[in-house]
């Protein structure tokens, strides 16, 4: 029996189906904006033609609840699977969660677990989302973060904001001095969170005096993860791997 487990962005939505085992066999990719539009559904869902293999229960983390209610209204009319958000199911027995359980997104408690159960030391998970946060997870507990803002956030506000300013794609630059707009904009975003990473990241490990695994995962995981003066792990599935880790020890 299949099961459908998966994570609603601001800005993308991941579905893995997973075997019997736990292990992924199918990655989609969707965009949250569309999750109410239902031909765009029927089609990134066409593979699902047979929905007797599939279990009737998926697990999803979530921080954009409107298009997860269609999401789920949409899987349980066409398909008979109902959805449950990480927040319904029983995850404090697997992580303990020392800040209001209220304010914290779903997707950065399925973080703190995949990384306690993948890694199984002190983390940081550095998710370069719409917004870029950081989430400290130390002896297995998890203790809360840091909310920057988020690079294309920033990017595309200034863009759309300052009218002389042009619509620029971010890559690693060599020079700190530009020597024209797009450039010297370049330089500005690249070492500007080069910096913010770096001085968090600092700040964290003089406060709590320990020493963790980095874990980077986002868009930007691998364009930054040379700038950063720690040694880094990338992971993009650590969302997932704690959602699998819930269905698993059947916290739903």
């Known amino acids: 029996m299949k099961s459908l ?16 085992k736990f292990k992924i066999l199918k990655k989609i990719k969707l965009e949250t904006f569309k999750l109410n539009k239902k031909k765009y559904l029927k089609n990134k869902f066409s593979f699902m033609k047979n929905k007797k293999h599939f279990n009737e229960k998926a697990l999803f983390a979530n921080v954009v609840p409107k ?36 304010q914290i997104g779903s997707d950065r408690i399925a973080n703190a677990i995949g990384s306690r159960y993948s890694y199984k030391d ?70 500007g969170y080069s910096g913010l990473i770096n001085n968090i990241l600092n700040l964290i490990i003089k406060e709590t005096k320990l020493k963790y695994k980095i874990i980077l995962t986002g868009g930007f995981a691998n364009l930054f993860k040379n700038t950063i003066k720690l040694k880094v792990i990338i992971d993009q599935d650590i969302t997932i791997k704690g959602l699998i880790y819930l269905l698993k020890n059947k916290k739903i």
């Not at 009218?163 to 001095?177: A, D, G, M, R, Y």
Request: overall charge positive; charged content about 25%; proline content about 2%.
């Open 122 to 191: 002190n983390c940081i998970i550095l998710d370069f989302g719409t917004a870029t946060t950081f989430d400290v997870v130390k002896k297995g507990i998890y203790y809360g973060g840091v909310i920057a803002p988020g690079v294309s956030l920033s990017l595309n506000n200034l863009v759309k904001t300052a009218k002389q300013i042009p619509f620029f794609t971010l890559k690693k630059i060599n020079k700190v001095i530009g020597n024209n707009t797009i450039s010297a904009l370049r330089s500005g975003f690249y070492l």
């Open 5 to 20: 487990i998966g994570d609603i962005g601001n800005t993308e939505t991941k579905i893995c189906v997973l075997d019997q």
């Open 67 to 102: 298009k997860y209610q269609s999401l789920k209204k949409f899987l349980k009319k066409n398909y008979g699977i109902r959805c449950k958000e990480l927040k319904e199911t029983k995850y404090s027995d697997l992580i303990s969660v020392k800040v209001n359980k209220k």
